[in-house]
Nanobody
Framework: QVQLVESGGGLVQAGGSLRLSCTAS????????MGWFRQAPGKEREIAAVISRGGSSTYYADSVKGRFTISRDNAKNTVYLQMDSLKPEDTAVYYC????????????????WGQGTQVTVSS
């Protein structure tokens, strides 16, 4: 199994940008589809974006489409989430997660999770 460590969260004003990184160690990173998920206080964890093993396919939740970009560098064992035009409603703990095999949007298919990184967007 891989182990995942996120970084890059913080406090930003509405309209600003942040880039999250998630670095994996352990098993072969390129065997895993990767996803970014988020959980706001009092709400369920939800998908933000996912990417296929090779990086050629992506999926975005409607709430982030056109503002967030997921990418990966398999040589660096890292997946990124570029977040632009941030809104206060993007405030959440952001988690990266890994799913062995093909890309999926099913949260339950992701069985390896990072510890999360806080993103706070002020109005």
């Amino acid at each position: 199994q891989v182990q995942l460590v996120e970084s890059g969260g913080g406090l930003v004003q509405a309209g600003g940008s942040l880039r999250l990184s998630c670095t994996a160690s352990g098993r072969t990173f390129s065997n895993y589809a990767m996803g970014w998920f988020r959980q706001a206080p009092g709400k369920e964890r939800e998908i933000a974006a996912v990417i296929s093993r090779g990086g050629s396919s992506t999926y975005y939740a409607d709430s982030v489409k056109g503002r967030f970009t997921i990418s990966r560098d398999n040589a660096k064992n890292t997946v990124y989430l570029q977040m632009d035009s941030l809104k206060p409603e993007d405030t959440a703990v952001y988690y990266c997660a890994a799913s062995i095999g093909a890309m999926t949007v099913r949260l339950g298919s992701y069985d390896v999770w990072g510890q999360g990184t806080q993103v706070t967007v002020s109005s």
